[in-house]
Structures are given as C-alpha cells and as structure tokens.
C-alpha cells in the first residue's frame, strides 16, 4: 500500500529555520517525483516544486525559487520541506504527494506550520 | 489569482447532477496536456478522483467523470450524494511556468 506520512505540526518564531518530511512507503521511492503543495488558510492549492529522489533533479515554481528548498535522501525513503528563515507569511499547510505523470495520485496528511512571534 | 479558472461555488439536491468547470489557456489546457481533478474533504488532504481528464482510479464511484475541449475541463458529479460535499481542484501542468497549475477550487454543498 502506497503511503506519504508527513511530520507533525510545527509551532516557529519568525526568522527561525524549519524542515519538515514527507516519508515514502509501499513504492519504489526512486522511480517517482515526490511534490510539495502549500495550502494557506482558507486558500485553494498552489504547486511549489518538484523533486525526482532517485537523481535529486528538482525543479521549483518561480513563486517559491529562492524562498524554500526541497530535498530527498534516498536511502531512507524521505522527502524535505526547508526554510531557511520563516515569515509569518509562511503559516499554512503543506502536503507532499507522490507523481508519476504530472499529477499527485496519492497525497500525505498534511504538515500544519505556524509562524508566530 | 489562480491560473486556472473554477467557479468559487455549485450547489446541488441529493440525486442530482452538478458539473464544475475549469478554464485555462494555450500554455496549459490548451497546448493540451492533461487535467486532473482532486477532491478535499474538511480537514483532509486532496484525493485524486480524475487523472488524464476522464480516467478514475480505482475505487472512485462512476458517478465522477471528467471531460476536455479546447482550453476548458469539466467535472460532473452524478447522484449526488451529502458525502460529496468538498472542495473540488483542476490541475493541469503550464509550460510557461514549467510546473502544475492549480484551479481556485469550488466548494461543492449538496443541499
């Protein structure tokens, strides 16, 4: 059975760093990209980026370049989320979802970030 | 601003047919790739209930289907039922942004 279990709900102050995960089951971890998706309150769903695990090929969309990075280690079959310096813009959901073609087919839980001083 | 297009909102009876569109441009839905539709229940993550404009993956009800022409995508909804009631997104990828595009969403209420 294909799964995508996210990490628990952070709590952060504004300017901290952050990495959260999105750890892969019941699949070839290395034959599919791995997306992250952000969600803030209220709000529709909106693409972030893209990372292949088994070459670490990622690709970001240009709202999200330079704000985020996204990265995999193979061997434990474990996405990345990071953030660097958290504003409180970044408060929102984050889910990751497993694509082969261009589209999720199956989508974690969701990871809840709330930045707050 | 969403770079594809949904109506915020469609509302039906229980038993009824309710569709959803999905409007986009030459640089996705028109150059013709795909749309998928997902479906968001309260407190959930998204759920893929259309892949490659009208294919369902296993287990999602026939009373989905999805269809493309042109620039536009359409989900209908058959039979509704109180358990549909959820927020609805189209996807398609954009070769001007190099990566999925999303609609707004449309919040389904069966009345």
């Known amino acids: 059975e294909v799964q995508l279990v996210q990490s628990g709900a952070e709590v952060k102050k504004p300017g901290e760093s952050l990495k959260i995960s999105c750890k892969a089951s019941?699949?070839?971890?290395?034959?599919?990209?791995i997306a992250w998706v952000r969600q803030m309150p209220g709000k529709g769903l909106e693409w972030m980026g893209i990372?292949?695990?088994?070459?670490?090929?990622?690709k970001y969309s240009p709202s999200f370049q330079g704000q985020v990075t996204i990265s995999a280690d193979k061997f434990i079959n474990t996405a990345y989320l990071q953030w660097s310096r958290l504003k409180a813009s970044d408060s929102a959901m984050f889910f990751c979802?497993?694509?082969?073609?261009?589209?999720?087919?199956?989508w974690g839980q969701g990871t809840l970030v709330t930045v707050s001083s | 601003q969403s770079v594809l297009t949904q109506p915020p909102s469609v509302s039906g009876a229980p038993g009824q047919r309710v569709t959803i569109s999905c409007t986009g441009s030459?640089?996705?839905?028109?150059?013709?790739?795909?749309v998928h539709w997902y479906q968001q229940l309260p407190g959930t993550g998204p759920k893929l209930l259309i892949s490659?404009?009208?294919n369902r993956p296993l287990g999602v009800p026939d009373r989905f289907s999805g269809s493309k022409s042109g620039t536009s995508a359409s989900l209908a909804i058959t039979g509704l039922q109180a358990e549909d009631e959820a927020d609805y997104y189209c996807?398609?990828?954009?070769?001007?942004?190099?990566?999925?595009?999303f609609g707004g969403g449309t919040k389904l209420t069966v009345l």
């Open positions: 979802a497993r694509s082969g073609e261009d589209y999720g087919d199956y």
């Open positions: 019941g699949y070839s971890f290395t034959s599919y990209w």
């Open positions: 990372i292949y695990p088994g070459d670490s090929d990622t």
């Open positions: 030459s640089s996705n839905i028109g150059a013709g790739y795909d």
């Open positions: 490659g404009n009208s």
């Open positions: 996807q398609s990828y954009d070769s001007g942004l190099s990566g999925w595009v």
